[in-house]
């Protein structure tokens, strides 16, 4: 593997959720694909956690094992532990198994012919004659590939955004979470959800319980707060009232930068794109990026199946952030007034709205709506249209 230089159409940085959908998607059409990640193993050091919404649920398939117990209520609690009880009559959420869920997916990329490197660092990258010559390192040597697609799934801290010169996140919160193993409640599945401005500045702090496992976790501005002595407070202080963790198992720390600014501009040139948290592709109100990971690299996909097949590396420019971003407007300007809230009254002042009728119709809409990263099927047929039009001409 250290000699001769290795020619890829695709070589794809970072196996996440956003790496392994578009490795899986462009490997079961025949793209020759490298799909390189530093981690030894996919099923450790996992970050998210891991919480499926509905339609992601209802438009794509998980293997089976992969996801936790339904959930179908939660309850919002003001920073005074005043609560709002919100039940669905459908199953909301479900909490992904990732370890389990990255694993089944690396297995499927290597049975479509995906060759893996893991425990590999991407370094850089040059272009040669269109082609990108990828510097990579592994167990300390250096290895270079060729590609002519260089995709950066490498996460919230792009290093192969800054390399194309592609737009970089530039505002972001951070999560981190303990995750127990439910051996003993009996509570039905439920998330609950907690407004603090000390806490949680300009996020929440969160249980899940789905019966099975127990996330317990805190998220907000880095600069506004630290996280793990956060954590320990909000343990003592709200979620030992919540759930009994003194017979729980602690089995994992979770943590890491979400970015909230919204899908990136320019987040593709002739050489190369992004997908997933390298993208800005995370709703910038609730943070939830695993939605968009799939989607979003399914529109990659199939860019790239036609950049491979055109041979033309143009294509690649019809991948474009500002396809996404109208989505996002009313979103974006609801994270700016919620970074604006750091006084606790007027966050509890805020909450009484939220009791009421239309705070709790808004609240619903929050958290059951369905909502979800743009359908980029339609994306994929305005693409089509304009190539075969450009075609005729
Ligand atoms: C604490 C927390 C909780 C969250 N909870 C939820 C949730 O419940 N629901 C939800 O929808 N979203 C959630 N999110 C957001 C969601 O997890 C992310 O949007 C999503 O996981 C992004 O996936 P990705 O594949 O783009 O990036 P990542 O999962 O970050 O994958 C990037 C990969 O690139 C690799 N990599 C990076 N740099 C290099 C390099 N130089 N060389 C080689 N490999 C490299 C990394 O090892 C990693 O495997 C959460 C985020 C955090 C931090």
């Known amino acids: 593997m250290f000699g001769q230089i290795k020619c890829f159409d695709v070589v794809i940085i970072g196996a996440g959720l956003a790496g392994l959908q578009c490795a899986k998607l462009l490997s079961q059409r025949g793209a ?38 339904p959930v179908r209520n939660v309850t919002l609690y003001s920073p005074k532990l005043k609560p709002i009880n919100l039940e669905s009559e459908k199953d909301e ?7 389990k869920l990255y694993g089944n997916l690396l297995r499927e990329c290597i049975a479509s012919g995906v060759e893996f490197a893991n425990e590999t660092r991407y370094i850089s990258t040059e272009i040669n004659e269109s082609e990108n010559i990828v510097k990579l ?21 792009s290093h192969v955004a800054e390399d194309l010169n592609l737009d970089e996140n530039k505002e972001w919160i951070v999560g981190y ?52 002595e956060a954590l320990k407070e909000f343990k003592v202080k709200t979620a030992d009232k919540i759930v009994d963790l003194s017979r729980m198992k602690l089995t994992e720390t979770r943590g890491g930068k979400i970015p909230v600014g919204g899908v990136l501009r320019k987040i593709a040139n002739e050489n190369g794109l992004l997908i997933g948290d390298a993208a800005g592709a ?19 996909s199939e860019i790239i199946w036609k ?5 033309n590396p143009k294509v690649l420019l019809d991948y474009s952030g500002e396809f996404f971003r109208a989505r996002f407007v009313s979103r974006l300007w609801m994270r700016r007034l919620i970074a604006l809230i750091s006084n606790q009254t007027l966050l509890e002042f805020g909450f009484s709205f939220m009791r009421g009728r239309i705070g709790k119709k808004f609240a619903r809409h929050v958290f059951f709506g369905r909502g979800s990263f743009p359908d980029v099927e339609i994306q994929i047929a305005k693409v089509e249209k304009s190539f075969n039009n450009s075609i005729l001409s």
């Open 93 to 99: 959420f479900r909490v992904g198994k990732m370890g």
């Open 307 to 311: 950049r491979l097949e055109t041979k």
């Open 32 to 69: 020759k694909i490298l799909l390189v990640d530093r981690k030894i193993d996919l099923t450790k050091g996992i970050h998210t956690t891991g919480i499926f919404v509905r339609k992601t649920l209802e438009d794509f398939d998980f293997p089976a094992g992969t996801l936790g117990k």
């Open 282 to 300: 995370v709703s910038p109100l609730t943070a939830g990026g695993l939605d968009p990971c799939l989607r979003l690299s399914k529109f990659a």
């Open 177 to 228: 979470e303990e995750v127990y193993q439910n051996a003993f409640s009996i509570d039905e599945p439920r998330l609950h959800c907690f407004l603090d401005a000390k806490l949680a500045p300009g996020y929440l702090a969160w249980i899940t319980n789905d019966g099975e496992e127990i996330h317990i976790g805190v998220g907000g501005y880095a600069e506004k707060f630290n996280p793990r």
């Open 137 to 157: 390192k592994k167990s300390g040597k250096d290895w270079e590939v060729k590609a002519k697609v260089l995709v950066g799934a490498d996460g919230a801290q």
